[in-house]
């Protein structure tokens, strides 16, 4: 009868683990759909309003930086109360605030409307692709972790010292670089979400949001920089 009935709580375990995990990932692809409208309300601003055109070179970095963690450290410190969920939107905004000025130089090329959804398209292909691996994939990829850690800040060093040099050779690599590290951090986040090892849907979406972000800004980079036609 023990037997059984240590069999019962382990069947029951499993569900409400099984059940939790569900939950997480629903709760994270709504809020990710969600974060979107702030994002595409303030890049359009942006665009109609010019108001980042200014922010060039190191002025520019030190706003989007400050901004950025700014935002992501009062992420972490509201995650779990009521106020979580509008700060992650407002960082958001910010983030399609910072990302107009890029928008309107791609869209000053003849074919900037279709850059513009070349790179949402390609941006989107990446997320399906990941996320139907990180479904089917049984190896754990922890082990990924400090790679990709690594990684992502040699990209911010290079990213930093690219803003001074300004070089469009340098540009390109960083967003190749870039586009193959956010899409190996993208299947992680979505595996750490699937295997219950992240419980806080604002952390997931926080996580999954940015690897979006810095897969389509660099794929948008790059297709202005190769595609862009002149008129």
Known sequence: MSDLRT???ATWGRSA???ERNRVLRNTYWLLA???VPTVLGAWLGVATGITQYLGGG???IVFLGGAFGFMFAIEKTKNSASGVPVLLGFTFFMGLMLSRLIAMVLGFKNGSELVMTAFAGTAGVFFVMASLASTIKRDLSGMSKWLFVGAIGLMIGGIVNVFVGSTAGMMALSTL???IFSAYMLFDLKQIVDGGETNYISATLALYLDLFNIFQSLLSLLGIMGGERE
């Open 7 to 9: 069999l019962d709580n």
């Open 17 to 19: 683990g099984l059940a």
């Open 34 to 36: 969600l974060s979107l």
């Open 59 to 61: 002025l520019g970095l």
């Open 178 to 180: 870039a586009i193959v």
